[in-house]
């Protein structure tokens, strides 16, 4: 492993201090499953690690019926994936959450981390995307926050700017006459990275559908949405071949690539398949 500066930061304006002092190869450190591994694959040049567990406050959770839930920045994939309210009230999230490495990765792996890595196949990203996720970023001048679909700029890349540092994310409220689903598709069950996720998060009013967000994963630089697979799918009872016909549009919005996992033609279809199943999921909360 190359050697790099351990460094040890107690508040967010420390952290955020050293990022701008010690200057570009300085990252900071959560759960490390993405930068430790970075490090040793020798993927990253990395001077500096800036420890954030000392900090206070990041590991709360916290959930109100107006403003949904909202976890903090060290908050690991493992402790919300078994907490009750997101067994109960975001199944899309879980789903995601006990699909993410194994449970030795889920125990030291951060959500947040898992976003500002910045993958395409994410495995959080699609369904915080489709719930309307929004990221909350400290600097020392400035506190902001972001809708999630927002924050991505490229693979790898995202709007955060030198010093800032990701506090937490908010989810909205799950409403009672909502729907949601998260389906992975990989080349085995467990340890595997993504070849295709969808996310879908619908709410129903008298029997039509008044809102839809779906979310595609590692079919594009960043996860994607299928704005016009959803306008054709708001304002319908959702039947079959609606649904079907709303899939098919979403296989054309992806913009995948072929690699080492899958072709790009293959992933295409896989986005047909999972979304008419994603949608059909999320409507099983109504059944
Ligand atoms: C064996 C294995 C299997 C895996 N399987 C999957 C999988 O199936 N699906 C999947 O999606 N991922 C998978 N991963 C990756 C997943 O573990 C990571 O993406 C993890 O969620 C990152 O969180 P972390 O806390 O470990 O982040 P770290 O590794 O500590 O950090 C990741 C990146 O985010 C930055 N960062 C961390 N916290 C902040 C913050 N608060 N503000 C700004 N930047 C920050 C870091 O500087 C770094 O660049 C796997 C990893 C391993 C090792």
Do not use: W
């Amino acid at each position: 492993m190359r050697r790099f500066e351990y460094h040890r930061a107690e508040t967010l304006e420390h952290a955020s201090r050293l990022l701008v002092e010690l200057g570009d190869d300085s990252f900071l450190f959560a759960g490390g499953t993405d930068l430790l591994v970075e490090i040793r694959e020798r993927l990253r040049r990395v001077r500096n690690v800036i420890d954030i567990k000392p900090i206070p406050g990041l590991s709360d959770i916290t959930y109100d019926e107006a403003r949904g839930l909202t976890f903090g920045a060290l908050v690991t994939v493992g402790r919300l994936e078994r907490l009750p309210l997101v067994c109960q009230r975001y199944p899309n999230l879980r789903a995601a959450f006990a699909s993410l490495g194994s449970i030795q990765v889920r125990n030291r792996a951060t959500v947040v981390g898992n976003i500002c890595r910045a993958s395409p196949s994410a495995d959080t990203i699609p369904p915080l995307i489709a719930d309307g996720a929004f990221v909350h970023i400290y600097s020392r001048t400035n506190m902001r926050v972001v809708p999630l679909a927002e924050f991505f700029t490229g693979p790898g890349k995202s709007v955060l700017a030198k010093g800032e540092i990701v506090t937490g994310i908010t989810v909205p409220p799950a409403l009672d006459n909502s729907g949601k689903a998260y389906l992975k598709h990989g080349r085995r069950k467990a340890m595997e990275l993504s070849t295709v996720g969808v996310a879908v998060s619908l709410t129903m009013e008298d029997g039509l559908c008044n809102d839809i967000r779906i979310a595609l994963g590692a079919v594009g630089a960043t996860v994607l949405r299928a704005p016009e697979a959803e306008a054709m799918l708001r304002g319908t009872a959702l039947d079959a071949a609606t649904i079907k016909n709303a899939a098919n549009k979403a296989m054309e919005e992806c913009t995948p690539i072929s690699n080492v996992r899958a072709s790009a033609d293959y992933r295409r279809d896989m986005v047909g398949v999972l979304t008419g199943r994603a949608i059909k999921q999320a409507l099983e909360a109504f059944a």
